[in-house]
């Protein structure tokens, strides 16, 4: 992790699969397991929440871009790591013919035990997506190569997304015989729509960058990774350069009004500016048009 301010909630992260840096208002959080095209196995879903919940913390960081280092953004899930969801814990049964005691004969775990244990390991990788979603500072996917599966639930959890023009996009689980289950059902028919998204997940079929555009599946795309990576910091920095206190908030109240109609989300954002409008943001804001200069946001 680099950070070239004061900030110990970023500078006390670690992690073996991901790498935080932090310039000035806008930190990028990096995908770093590019051996492995950055399946995402169990120190992943361990170590994303608490990213996010570092970078949420944050007293500087005002926007975030999720970026991944080497050829892809991400396969999805680390395969070889499956077989330990819902599985016996290791040293409980999980060898060969180990299990829950005898049951008329039958030993190892009943398939209620296991469905309990699955549905348990689900919830929690579903957490972890979500805690990109949750929040409070707005994320920038920048999205390069293969996003695929999972890959693709990490995109949808952000609040914008960019693309190169070599990103090939998959919601591929129905090709792996499974559902998909960590987001990409429940947040992309807001996105893109309840029938692009059926075509893409009944298929499992490939898309490319220029089709995920054309679909609102991304915002942009750019011809090569580099001028990516420039326009997704770009956009960060023009992100940051608003209030904090207007920016989140509204992320806030868009998050709140997905589910209600216009009249309650009227009534949701009267609420929310009744509370918090007077700010010393907004009078900056209101002394720099009067004084002719760019406002300097604290987020008060």
């Given at each position: 992790m680099t950070n070239d301010r004061n900030?110990?909630?970023?500078?006390?992260?670690?992690?073996?699969?991901?790498?935080?840096?932090?310039?000035?208002?806008?930190?990028?959080?990096?995908l770093?397991?590019?051996?492995?095209?950055?399946?995402?196995?169990?120190?992943?879903?361990?170590?994303?929440?608490?990213?996010?919940?570092?970078?949420?913390?944050?007293?500087h960081v005002r926007a975030i871009v999720l970026a991944a280092k080497g050829p892809h953004f991400s396969v999805g899930l680390d395969l070889t790591a499956f077989g330990t969801i819902g599985g016996e814990p290791a040293g409980d049964g999980a060898e060969a013919g180990g299990g829950g005691g005898d049951r008329g004969g039958l030993r190892g775990p009943s398939a209620a035990a296991q469905a309990r244990r699955t549905r348990a390991d689900v919830l929690r990788l579903q957490a972890s997506v979500s805690s990109i979603s949750e929040c409070p500072i707005p994320v920038i996917a920048a999205i390069h190569g293969y996003c695929i599966g999972g890959g693709?639930?990490?995109?949808?959890?952000?609040?914008?997304?960019?693309?190169?023009?070599?990103?090939?996009?998959?919601?591929?689980?129905?090709?792996?015989?499974?559902?998909?289950?960590?987001?990409?059902?429940?947040?992309?028919?807001?996105?893109?729509?309840?029938?692009?998204?059926?075509?893409?997940?009944?298929?499992?079929?490939?898309?490319?960058?220029?089709?995920?555009?054309?679909?609102?599946?991304?915002?942009h795309v750019y011809d090569d990774v580099p001028t990516l990576l420039t326009e997704a910091r770009a956009l960060a920095a023009e992100i940051a350069a608003n209030s904090p206190l207007a920016v989140q908030g509204t992320k806030i109240v868009l998050d709140a009004c997905a589910h209600r109609s216009v009249a309650e989300g009227l009534d949701y954002v009267a609420t929310w500016n009744a509370g918090f409008i007077r700010s010393a943001d907004l009078t900056e804001a209101m002394t720099a048009f009067m004084e002719k200069r760019p406002a300097h946001f604290t987020g008060e």
């Open positions: 900030d110990t909630t970023l500078d006390t992260f670690t992690s073996d699969v991901l790498t935080l840096e932090a310039d000035g208002p806008i930190a990028t959080l990096w770093d397991r590019p051996e492995k095209r950055n399946a995402l196995g169990p120190a992943f879903w361990a170590d994303l929440p608490r990213a996010m919940a570092a970078l949420g913390a944050s007293r693709v639930d990490l995109a949808s959890a952000c609040d914008i997304r960019l693309a190169s023009a070599d990103a090939v996009l998959s919601v591929r689980e129905a090709k792996v015989a499974m559902v998909a289950d960590l987001g990409s059902l429940q947040r992309l028919p807001a996105i893109i729509g309840r029938g692009h998204l059926a075509e893409l997940a009944y298929t499992g079929k490939d898309i490319s960058a220029a089709r995920a555009a054309e679909i609102g599946l991304v915002n």
